[in-house]
């Protein structure tokens, strides 16, 4: 059983993410998608609230689940019995952080291997904090996020205001 860890923020989760989960899928046997508490990023969803929506977006892919973590990354694979860790990479400016990220998780633990996967191009503009940054001035994220999270941010939004 080959299973891999797809760690982040996922504030919201965003078809760029949706587009390398679908990819990781074919790939392995089960994808975790795991969810970070990263509360240095001062996130909009809360933690459950973004489990919800990221549950909701692969309910269509039998292999894929969606979890949250607190403790450290390679320990929380460890602990799942994976055997890789997904991070996505859109540009050049992703590299430097990621090359850094894998290494160092190495480090941690030898057995734990990093793999990229690159979006299908349309996508790798995607952020989602640029996503956060249009809902707030009122613009529609209909192309770059699934239905459900394109609502979730507008009530999320309304109540902010
Ligand atoms: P983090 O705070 O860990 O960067 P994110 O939720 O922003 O969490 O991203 C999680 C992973 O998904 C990262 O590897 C990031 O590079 C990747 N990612 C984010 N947006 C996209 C996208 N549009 N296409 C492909 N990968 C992406």
Not at 9 to 13: N, T, Y
Not at 60 to 63: A, Q
Not at 90 to 94: F, G, I, L, Q
């Given at each position: 059983m080959r299973t891999a860890i797809y760690p982040g923020?996922?504030?919201?989760?965003t078809n760029g993410h949706l587009d390398v989960i679908e990819r990781a899928a074919k790939l392995f046997d089960r994808v975790v998608v795991a969810i970070a508490i990263n509360e240095s990023k001062n996130p909009l969803f809360s933690l459950a609230e973004r489990r919800e929506l990221v549950s909701r977006s692969v309910e269509?892919?039998?292999?894929v689940e969606a979890d949250t973590f607190t403790s450290l990354l390679v320990d929380y694979v460890e602990q799942r019995s994976g055997q890789a860790i997904i991070r996505g990479l859109?540009?050049?400016?992703?590299f430097e952080f990621e090359f850094q990220l894998a290494l160092m998780n190495r480090k941690l633990n030898e057995r734990v291997e990093t793999i990229f996967m690159v979006p299908k191009d349309t996508y790798t503009f995607l952020s989602s904090r640029i996503v956060k940054e249009i809902a707030r001035l009122g613009g529609d994220v209909g192309a770059f996020v699934p239905p459900h999270v394109k609502e979730a941010l507008k009530k999320k939004l309304s109540k902010a205001r």
């Open positions: 923020s996922f504030d919201p989760l269509h892919l039998k292999n859109r540009a050049v400016s992703d």
